[in-house]
């Protein structure tokens, strides 16, 4: 205030402080920044740099993570009250319900996750999913394979229909990144997709085993319906795309170019699908 009138009027620092009825200390204490207010200016700064590279989609425990594999420490609580004081706030993922399939899976299979621990190495156990994609020209449909251990997407497919070709292209592009499954599990629920003659066939021809969840209960498929709720919220953002080009070329940069590989998981201890892998195969 002092120094805005100094600029303003132009008259000294001494007659403006005797009027006001201030000492002339508050000032120069005015005008200098603090440490501490000069460390939370960097710092503020890097965690916008961060939150903006993020596109939104981290939160504080994820900033102050990214934070740290900077060689910069900074508490999770000072993290979070300057986002706040930046007005940075992260993406909120709106509750999401699970839909079941169409529970139509001739013969369904029997769930062999039920009870289980997840897998500790990858390739053990996948999982698969199909969700819609809005976009200004109709519906389009995305099935994903995921695997249980590190949460990684290594395989998916794009269509404008529910044939079971596209949980089939889903999983032969999840086979050519994963040669040799062995006797990987491949869980799902009981949608006619995955218990067509034609997946079966492809799974049997990998060695695969499959698992289906119970009738009407898509929360033993937790883990893809949990990704899918992340993927629209993370790259729609209450949106929809302008058409299947535009869809695909986002999804791909989305799964492909930052889930997998610079999306830190909060289940795998704050390491991207990438580096967890990468961590569980140093150790072997």
Known sequence: MIGEIHQTTGHGIRPICATLGVPRSSYYHAAAPTPTQLSDQETGAL????????????????????????????????????????GLKALQPKTYVPRTSDG??????????LNQPLPEKPNQTWAGDITFIPTATGWLYLAVV?????????????????????????????????????????????????????????????????????????????????????????????????????????????????????RKHSSLGYLTPAQFEAQIHSLN
């Open 47 to 86: 965690i916008e740099a961060i939150f903006k590279h993020h596109r939104r989609r981290y939160g504080y425990r994820r900033v102050c993570q990214e934070l740290h594999d900077q060689c910069i420490i900074c508490a999770p609580d000072r993290v979070r009250r300057l986002m706040a004081e930046r």
């Open 104 to 113: 139509r899976a001739d013969k369904p299979s029997a769930n062999l996750l």
């Open 146 to 262: 995921i695997d249980l251990c590190s949460r990684k997407i290594v395989g998916w497919s794009l269509a404008n229909h529910l044939r079971s070709e596209l949980v089939s292209d889903a999983l032969q592009q999840a086979l050519g990144s994963r040669p040799g499954t062995g006797e990987t599990i491949f869980h799902s629920d009981r949608g006619s997709q995955y218990g067509s003659k034609t997946y079966r066939q492809l799974l049997a021809k990998a060695g695969m085993r499959q698992s289906m969840s119970a009738r009407a209960n898509p929360y033993h498929n937790a883990w893809t319906e949990s990704f899918m709720g992340t993927l629209k919220t993370e790259m729609l953002q209450g949106g929809c795309f302008i058409n299947e080009s535009d869809a695909r070329i986002e999804i791909f940069e989305y799964i492909d170019g930052y889930y997998n590989t610079h």
